[in-house]
Structures are given as structure tokens and as C-alpha cells.
């Protein structure tokens, strides 16, 4: 009884193993599944464990992560006739997974590469399309202002959006970029001389504002000069006036007393020559230091 039991049970579970996985199915995360029943599309299933109608079904599953794909290096024309190299790179995953599954293959790697070969015809269009609006200089220039490579980068992705949508090919664009810019050998030298010529602009047009600021310095410099000078000269005129008139005050009282003044002039002058305790072998008749000489007393009068 406990031999049949277990043989039971290993049959159920062998019978669990062989036959649970005609009736159930698991998704990923990073995938999303299309079940058909009888070739015909029935939902769309998101990742966890999902029910399926034994083989009258059919579990069809796609990576949903965002793919990358490099586009060739194609040329393009520019809106002013210049010839230009570009490669870009797209980041594209699967937005409906019916019509995908419709429009491309069951198998996922098929679908993938027919996606991408979708895509490399969605961005030639793009090329021709969005390129020809813009001149050269939006490209490449030695001014950042002109160069526009978001605008450009946002107009194509738009582009090849809207083309997506147009063909119904359940693709989403989740983001684009120019990868690479290239020229013709045929065109570089001109742009080298192109380039030449926008630098020399930039140059004259730096040096002619550098000779306007130094102009400018030099009159500023040239009439504070000016103005410091006549305040100078000014305040020059204000002291030697007051200095003069100090003087003719000072004359007026010599005028009264000029033994005295003199006397005063030279204790001044003695006082100049002895302030820095020098010793000075002078004759004591050079004035002032006759001052020094012991006076003998005038004689009295009888």
C-alpha cells in the first residue's frame, strides 16, 4: 500500500512537470508576451506566472528593454549645399507588441533585426528630411552660439516618431543622438577656410573691442590727469596766498621793531644749525654766530 502510494505520487508529480507547462506560462520582467489562440491574437501578457488554453494556444515573447542600434554613416546635404557624413544612435523597444509581432517576426531575434532594418529606413528619411533644413554652421561652426545639435537631435527623433506611428510598426523611439559628424575630403578645405575666415572675424572683431577699451582708458586716464593736476595747481595758488598774506602780516610788525626782527631771524637760524647737536668750528663774526660772542658793555655816559 505504501509502495503503491509513492509510485501515486511520483506519477502525479512526473505528470505536474510534463503537463503544468501546457497550461501555464511564465513572463519576465524584461519581457512582454503575445498569446494567439489559433493564430489569432487573444492579449498581451505582462511579466508573472499567466493561464493558457493547453496547445490551442500560443505564447509568443519579446524583450521589452530598450534596444540601441547605430545607424551607417550616411551623406547628407545641408540646406546651403554642403556635403556632410552622420551617424546617429537610437535607443528604440517594442511600444505594441501585437502589431510588432504582426509587422516583423514570432521569433525575437528575427523581429529584432527586422526592427532595426525598419529603423535604418526611418532614419535616412530623417536625414533628408530634418538635415536639409539647417545650414552647415548649425554643424559645425567655431561659434557655439550657431551650432543647434539638440534642436537637431530633438526634430529627428519627432521625425522618426511620427514615421512610426505612420507605418504602424509598434515601435516606440525613447531617444536619439548624433554620434558622429564627418566631411567629405572634398570638403574640408573649405571648411578649414571657412573656419579661418570666422576666426579672423572673431580676431578683428576682439582686437577692434580691445583698441576701443584701451581709447577709452587712456582718456579716462589722460583727464583724471587733468582734473588732478588743476586741483594741485589750485590748491598751490590757495597756499601761497594764505602763505603770503601770513608774510605780510608778519613784515608789518618787522616794520616796527626791525632790530628785533633781525635778531629773531638769526636765533632761527642758529636754532636750524645746532638742532641736531653738530659741532661747527665757524668764525664767530659770520652771522648769526656773532650772537655768541660775549657783548662788552657799552660805556656809561657822564
Not at 48 to 61: E, I
Not at 107 to 112: K, L, M, S, V
Not at 236 to 264: R, Y
Not at 274 to 301: H, V, W, Y
Amino acid at each position: 500500500m505504501k509502495r503503491n502510494s509513492i509510485i501515486l505520487a511520483i506519477g502525479t508529480l512526473l505528470l505536474v512537470i510534463f503537463v503544468l507547462p501546457l497550461f501555464m506560462f511564465q513572463v519576465r520582467s524584461t519581457e512582454i508576451a503575445v498569446v494567439t489562440t489559433f493564430g489569432h491574437f487573444s492579449r498581451v501578457a505582462g511579466p508573472g506566472p499567466h493561464f493558457r488554453w493547453g496547445p490551442a494556444q500560443t505564447v509568443y515573447k519579446f524583450d521589452q528593454r530598450i534596444h540601441t542600434y547605430d545607424s551607417k554613416l550616411e551623406q547628407v546635404f545641408t540646406s546651403d549645399h554642403f556635403n556632410l557624413l552622420i551617424q546617429v544612435y537610437v535607443g528604440w523597444n517594442i511600444s505594441d507588441p501585437e502589431t510588432f509581432l504582426k509587422r516583423f517576426s514570432s521569433d525575437a531575434e528575427t523581429g529584432i533585426e527586422k526592427a532595426q532594418e525598419n529603423l535604418e529606413g526611418l532614419i535616412r528619411n530623417a536625414y533628408s528630411g530634418v538635415v536639409g533644413r539647417h545650414t552647415f554652421s548649425h554643424f559645425v561652426s567655431t561659434d557655439d552660439k550657431e551650432l543647434k545639435f539638440v534642436e537637431i537631435e530633438r526634430e529627428m527623433q519627432e521625425r522618426i516618431q511620427a514615421d512610426c506611428r505612420a507605418q504602424t510598426n509598434g515601435l516606440n523611439i525613447s531617444f536619439l543622438g548624433i554620434k558622429r559628424i564627418g566631411l567629405p575630403e572634398s570638403v574640408t578645405k573649405l571648411v578649414f577656410e571657412r573656419m579661418e575666415s570666422e576666426r579672423d572675424v572673431l580676431v578683428s572683431k576682439i582686437r577692434g573691442e580691445g583698441e576701443r577699451l584701451a581709447s577709452e582708458i587712456r582718456s579716462k586716464a589722460d583727464s583724471d590727469s587733468a582734473r588732478l593736476l588743476a586741483e594741485a595747481d589750485a590748491q598751490a595758488l590757495k597756499i601761497q596766498g594764505e602763505g603770503e598774506k601770513e608774510a605780510a602780516l608778519s613784515f608789518e610788525v618787522f616794520k616796527q621793531e626791525p632790530q628785533l626782527a633781525v635778531l629773531l631771524l638769526k636765533f632761527k637760524a642758529l636754532e636750524q644749525f645746532l638742532q641736531n647737536r653738530a659741532t661747527l668750528i665757524l668764525d664767530d663774526k659770520i652771522s648769526p654766530l656773532d650772537q655768541l660772542r660775549l657783548q662788552k658793555p657799552a660805556p656809561e655816559k657822564k
